[in-house]
T-cell receptor, first 112, second 116 residues
């Protein structure tokens, strides 16, 4: 039990679909993150929410849209994705920015 | 430009021996370093960290060494066990700085295989 739970674990979607990834943490942390892990690349930070305020990575395409309704929940809304968006999407939380992050198990996303 | 580099994509070590995983960084503002371990189909798990005021931190079989002048850190696992087989990520941040938007920057990972 990592304290950070992601659903679904696996997702296959077409390029015209709209789907959402969900992340939940019960660690009392103030910061939550979405990371993307592609093969042979570093973990890429996509979005940070700290105290429910968003810090956006400017290189993230607008087809990815995060939502943080409260400090325990984080969503990543997906629409009109491309096949190259297929990757493992990891949610993480930490007490504060830059401190030890606790990761969920990830959602393996395949765009067909 | 990659600020955190793990130049060895893979490493194989005999069980019982020492595993040494290396990490280099380029940003001199980094002052907090972490190692994560990742099994297949799971998210990374925090393993050990070190702040720049130290040059060594030990936790059981795991020791992290930091050489600030060389901008290099290493993770030593001794003795290595089969359960240590995983991908190890090095990460860095400027935790104690006032840069505001600082975050963990990860390396590409090193796949460690412990040979029984």
């Amino acid at each position: 039990e990592t304290g950070v739970t992601q659903t679904p674990r696996h997702l296959v979607m077409g390029m015209t679909n709209k789907k959402s990834l969900k992340c939940e943490q019960h660690l009392g942390h103030n910061a939550m993150y979405w990371y993307k892990q592609s093969a042979k690349k570093p973990l890429e930070l996509m979005f940070v929410y700290s105290l429910e305020e968003r810090v956006e990575n400017n290189s993230v395409p607008s087809r990815f849209s995060p939502e943080c309704p409260n400090s325990s929940h984080l969503f990543l809304h997906l629409h009109t994705l491309q096949p190259e968006d297929s990757a493992l999407y990891l949610c993480a939380s930490s007490q504060d920015w830059g401190s030890e992050a606790f990761f969920g198990q990830g959602t393996r996303l395949t765009v067909v | 430009d990659q600020q955190v580099k793990q130049n060895s994509p893979s490493l194989s070590v005999q069980e019982g021996r020492i595993s040494i995983l290396n990490c280099d960084y380029t940003n001199s503002m980094f002052d907090y370093f972490l190692w994560y371990k990742k099994y297949p189909a799971e998210g990374p798990t925090f393993l050990i960290s070190i702040s720049s005021i130290k040059d060594k931190n030990e936790d059981g079989r795991f020791t992290v060494f930091l050489n600030k002048s060389a901008k290099h850190l290493s993770l030593h696992i001794v003795p290595s066990q089969p359960g240590d087989s995983a991908v190890y990520f090095c990460a860095a941040s400027a935790k104690w700085s006032n840069f505001g938007n600082e975050k963990l920057t990860f390396g590409t990972g090193t796949r460690l295989t412990i040979i029984p």
